[in-house]
């Protein structure tokens, strides 16, 4: 077969390709939403524990948030997927994309966590003093002076994470959710033919994967530049 | 009680990890006085001065500002430190905002004053000091001498009734102790109420109103400049002032 065919036979045929568009809009929207889960989990673990550490304020839900972290980080992604789609919601009926941000989220949550929590600790203790010697109350100094400085230090680790998990999301199969590594997959028990749509796949992924990178250190630069 | 008693220590203790750091300092500022506080290194001045504001909780003891005790449990401390300004050893000046925003968010956010208010009162202060052309700087952009400056009208901008000098031109090239010494000299004349901890013995020597000798937690003796250095009583501060002069 010339390389026409083999197009023709895995993406045109029978609208194969919608497979991999489904699949990537799928990916993306789990992704997108896992994303923002995981920033808002990771952002307020991050708070506690930073809090817990400097202040020793929060003992409990620091514990709490120390259970959450060694659990999750210390379980594959895919297993914890599973248990949330057979266990947690195994008699009900629920969208598969909703359990997939939930896992996703929850799982990146962690790494999240310990990633902000980092670039807090990263920020000298004299910021934090200036800024209550000033009469800022906890909170205040947090927001004004702290996290922005934060932010900036994490931003390429977070970064990494977001490309981390836009990979991650691939195992979405094991639910039996269309991603669009599931939609490759499936044409390729279509047609028989490996080659064209998994490398096809992986193509995407790159591209994506290459592109955010690029917008990460741009946005990085235009930071950098307001501080020299 | 005094009216004209700022800031009151009562036996202010504070251990750090079972080591004491502090054992049961008594001490009173009055408006306008300018009191410096020296002592070896370790000796537990900085974390006195840090206790003023509680930036260090006293572990024991009572500070009393303008008569009440922000030691007590239902002090709003931030309020109180509105009106204690703070000078660092390390100016942490906050390196993501300019210097004009370093000076301004506090008055902004805290004393509720409309911005364009809050940076006239900013350029004012910076003209005072010469660093009017620095307004759109970042702290990064500037000298220790000039970053230790701006911290101390930083600080001033919030309209301050004390200012605390933690070892202001300790982290200072020597040629630029000169500039920062000025200002602070500045704000004496001014009346400012100013509690500083310091080597710089001619300043000391100058400014004060009333020079302090703190060694190992104790205060060992407090007097006049005139009297602390020409006459000094406790022995440990006469080989204190032996090696440093």
Same mark, same amino acid.
């Given at each position: 077969?010339?390389?026409?065919e083999?197009?023709?036979?895995n993406?045109?045929k029978?609208?194969?390709?919608?497979y991999?568009?489904?699949?990537?809009? /799928?990916?993306l929207?789990?992704?997108l939403?896992?994303?923002?889960l995981?920033?808002?989990?990771g952002?307020?673990?991050?708070i506690?524990r930073?809090?817990?550490?400097?202040t020793g304020?929060f003992k409990?839900?620091?514990? /709490?948030?120390q259970?959450?972290?060694?659990v999750?980080r210390?379980?594959?992604v895919?297993?914890q997927?599973?248990?949330?789609?057979?266990?947690i919601?195994?008699?009900?009926?629920?969208?598969k994309?909703i359990v997939?941000?939930?896992?996703?989220g929850?799982?990146s949550?962690?790494?999240v966590a310990?990633?902000?929590?980092?670039?807090?600790m990263?920020i000298?203790?004299?910021?934090?003093?200036?800024g209550?010697?000033?009469?800022?109350?906890?909170?205040q100094t947090?927001?004004?002076?702290i996290?922005?400085?934060a932010?900036?230090?994490i931003?390429?680790?977070?970064g990494?994470?977001f490309?981390v998990?836009?990979?991650?999301t691939s195992?979405?199969?094991?639910?039996?959710?269309?991603?669009?590594?599931?939609?490759?997959d499936?044409?390729?028990?279509r047609?028989?033919d490996a080659?064209?749509?998994?490398?096809?796949v992986a193509?995407i992924y790159l591209?994506? /994967?290459?592109?955010?990178t690029?917008?990460?250190?741009?946005?990085?630069?235009r930071?950098?530049q307001s501080?020299? | 009680?005094?009216d004209s008693?700022?800031?009151r220590?009562?036996?202010?203790c504070?251990? #750090?990890?079972g080591?004491?750091?502090?054992?049961?300092?008594?001490l009173?500022?009055?408006?306008?006085?300018?009191?410096?506080?020296?002592g070896?290194s370790g000796?537990?001045?900085s974390?006195?001065l840090?206790?003023l504001n509680?930036? *260090?909780v006293?572990t024991?003891?009572?500070?009393y500002?303008?008569?009440?005790?922000?030691?007590?449990?239902?002090v709003d401390?931030?309020?109180?430190r509105q009106?204690?300004?703070?000078?660092f050893?390390?100016?942490?000046?906050?390196?993501h905002?300019?210097?004009?925003r370093?000076?301004?968010?506090g008055?902004?956010?805290?004393?509720k004053?409309?911005?364009e208010?809050? *940076?006239k009162?900013?350029m004012?202060?910076?003209?005072?000091?010469?660093?009017?052309?620095?307004?759109?700087?970042?702290p990064s952009?500037?000298?220790?001498?000039q970053?230790?400056?701006?911290?101390i009208?930083?600080a001033l901008?919030?309209?301050?009734e004390?200012?605390? #000098?933690?070892?202001p031109t300790?982290?200072l090239?020597?040629?630029?102790v000169?500039?920062?010494?000025?200002?602070m000299k500045?704000?004496?004349?001014?009346h400012?109420t100013m509690?500083v901890?310091?080597?710089?013995?001619?300043?000391?020597? *100058?400014?004060?109103?009333r020079?302090?000798f703190l060694?190992d937690?104790?205060l060992?003796e407090?007097n006049?400049? *005139?009297e #602390?250095?020409?006459n000094?009583?406790?022995d440990?501060?006469?080989?204190?002032?032996?090696?440093?002069l």
């Amino acid at each position: 077969m010339s390389f026409q065919e083999h197009f023709y036979l895995n993406f045109i045929k029978d609208n194969r390709w919608l497979y991999i568009w489904d699949g990537l809009k /799928v990916t993306l929207t789990v992704t997108l939403f896992a994303t923002l889960l995981g920033i808002a989990i990771g952002f307020v673990i991050a708070i506690i524990r930073s809090t817990h550490d400097r202040t020793g304020r929060f003992k409990a839900l620091n514990f /709490v948030a120390q259970i959450y972290l060694t659990v999750i980080r210390g379980t594959p992604v895919v297993v914890q997927l599973m248990i949330i789609y057979f266990v947690i919601f195994g008699s009900v009926d629920i969208n598969k994309v909703i359990v997939a941000v939930l896992a996703f989220g929850i799982n990146s949550g962690a790494y999240v966590a310990e990633i902000c929590r980092a670039g807090i600790m990263s920020i000298d203790i004299g910021q934090l003093e200036a800024g209550r010697s000033i009469g800022f109350n906890y909170g205040q100094t947090m927001w004004y002076i702290i996290l922005p400085q934060a932010f900036k230090n994490i931003l390429p680790a977070l970064g990494n994470e977001f490309i981390v998990l836009l990979k991650e999301t691939s195992v979405s199969g094991y639910i039996a959710l269309q991603d669009l590594t599931k939609g490759g997959d499936i044409i390729r028990s279509r047609t028989y033919d490996a080659f064209f749509p998994l490398i096809a796949v992986a193509l995407i992924y790159l591209i994506m /994967v290459m592109a955010f990178t690029k917008l990460v250190s741009m946005l990085e630069r235009r930071l950098k530049q307001s501080e020299r | 009680m005094n009216d004209s008693v700022l800031i009151r220590a009562e036996g202010v203790c504070k251990s #750090f990890d079972g080591k004491e750091v502090l054992k049961g300092i008594d001490l009173e500022i009055r408006r306008g006085e300018v009191v410096v506080i020296i002592g070896p290194s370790g000796s537990g001045k900085s974390t006195f001065l840090r206790c003023l504001n509680l930036l *260090e909780v006293p572990t024991g003891g009572h500070i009393y500002f303008k008569d009440e005790d922000i030691t007590g449990k239902r002090v709003d401390i931030d309020h109180h430190r509105q009106k204690m300004g703070m000078v660092f050893q390390h100016f942490n000046l906050f390196p993501h905002m300019n210097i004009l925003r370093n000076m301004t968010i506090g008055p902004e956010k805290l004393l509720k004053l409309p911005r364009e208010e809050a *940076e006239k009162e900013a350029m004012a202060l910076l003209e005072r000091v010469g660093l009017a052309d620095r307004a759109d700087s970042y702290p990064s952009q500037l000298s220790g001498g000039q970053k230790q400056r701006i911290a101390i009208v930083r600080a001033l901008c919030m309209k301050p009734e004390v200012m605390l #000098f933690d070892e202001p031109t300790s982290a200072l090239d020597p040629e630029m102790v000169g500039e920062v010494l000025q200002v602070m000299k500045d704000l004496a004349k001014e009346h400012m109420t100013m509690v500083v901890v310091t080597h710089e013995m001619g300043f000391a020597r *100058e400014v004060a109103d009333r020079v302090v000798f703190l060694d190992d937690g104790v205060l060992m003796e407090q007097n006049s400049p *005139e009297e #602390f250095f020409g006459n000094p009583k406790n022995d440990r501060l006469k080989s204190f002032l032996g090696k440093v002069l």
